[in-house]
């Protein structure tokens, strides 16, 4: 598969570079209006210093760009629930959208010269910015069908056009640790910026890496199932017998093991169960399925 990338982007109107936006406008002044020209988000609030660094750099810069890019500015004060939406875990937080679709970002101040490359790479290169979506997005379901080969491919060719797509170097990272390349999954793991380093792919690639070079022994299933027999609420054992069957790709199995702990003693060894369960859920990926089953579930349990 080869995929090319466009450099063409339509100009914003000058007089709408920079604006204050929220929840409900969120779909026009974002979404919507990505459509047109990439839309950069910054997540901030009034008493983080970092965003006063960086806030005023940020517009500057978007000026300076001439319409290529607009700036969206959102107060998590003030939209806690579109932060959440957003998986905002610190702030400052930016995210860049191109055709109603993130593709890129990073937490944290940069540097101004940084913040130029940022935006000269997304405003020079909409219609591209899209087309590397769309590319990682194939990769990804690539990825998801076990095609390691062509989705290997994919997150090359990507990276060639963004070395530092966080999406793309994160799904690389899974085609290598899914084939047994774990070394060169450290290594391209280790090309993430730092800025980048919390992105929940990234996070899932490195959680998949870690359970991929600590492989559990096997060898006591039979004694753990048979201390569950005698003793459901062996909670150790389930727990160990979850680690077990997760590393044997029984995921839904493994989870029911812990669901079971934490239906029963939620806080017991200082809820080690669930927060084992959301181990899982990182090296799973956010956007597994069984990911989003299992959040569900969890979710039902602990607010019940």
């Not at 990682?136 to 997150?155: C, H, K, R, S, Y």
């Not at 492989?215 to 909670?235: C, E, G, K, M, Y």
């Not at 060894?269 to 399925?289: H, I, M, S, T, Y």
């Amino acid at each position: 598969m080869e995929l090319t990338f466009g450099t063409s982007a339509e100009k914003a109107p000058a007089a709408d570079l920079v604006k204050d936006s929220d929840t409900k406008r969120f779909m026009q002044d974002v979404i919507e209006a990505s459509r047109k020209v990439p839309v950069i988000v910054d997540f901030w609030a009034p008493w983080c210093g970092p965003c006063k660094q960086l806030g005023p750099m940020l517009e500057k810069v978007v000026k300076q760009a001439g319409g290529k890019v607009r700036l969206v500015k959102i107060n998590v004060d003030e939209n806690q629930q579109l932060a959440a939406q957003m998986r905002v875990q610190s702030i400052p937080a930016v995210f860049a959208f191109v055709n109603g679709q993130p593709v890129d970002g990073f937490m944290g101040a940069l540097p101004e010269s940084q913040l130029k490359q940022f935006i000269d790479r997304l405003g020079g290169q909409g219609s591209a910015a899209e087309e590397i979506g769309a590319a990682v997005a194939a990769g990804n379901e690539a990825l998801g069908q076990q095609d390691f080969q062509t989705a290997a491919q994919i997150f090359y060719q990507v990276l060639q056009a963004d070395r530092e797509h966080a999406g793309a170097l994160a799904g690389l990272a899974r085609c290598q640790t899914e084939t047994g390349d774990l070394n060169g999954a450290q290594a391209t793991l280790a090309l993430v910026p730092p800025a980048k380093a919390s992105d929940p792919e990234v996070v899932s690639a490195k959680a998949a890496l870690d359970l991929a070079l600590n492989p559990v022994d096997q060898s006591h299933t039979v004694a753990l199932v048979s201390a569950i027999d005698r003793n459901p609420d062996d909670f150790q054992a389930r727990l160990d017998l979850a680690v077990i069957l997760n590393g044997a790709g029984e995921r839904e199995a493994a989870m029911d093991q812990l669901l079971h702990i934490v239906r029963r003693k939620r806080d017991w060894n200082e809820d080690a169960a669930r927060k084992q369960l959301v181990k899982f859920f990182e090296a799973w990926g956010p956007k597994d399925p069984m990911t989003v089953l299992g959040r569900r579930k969890l979710s039902s349990v602990l607010f019940s």
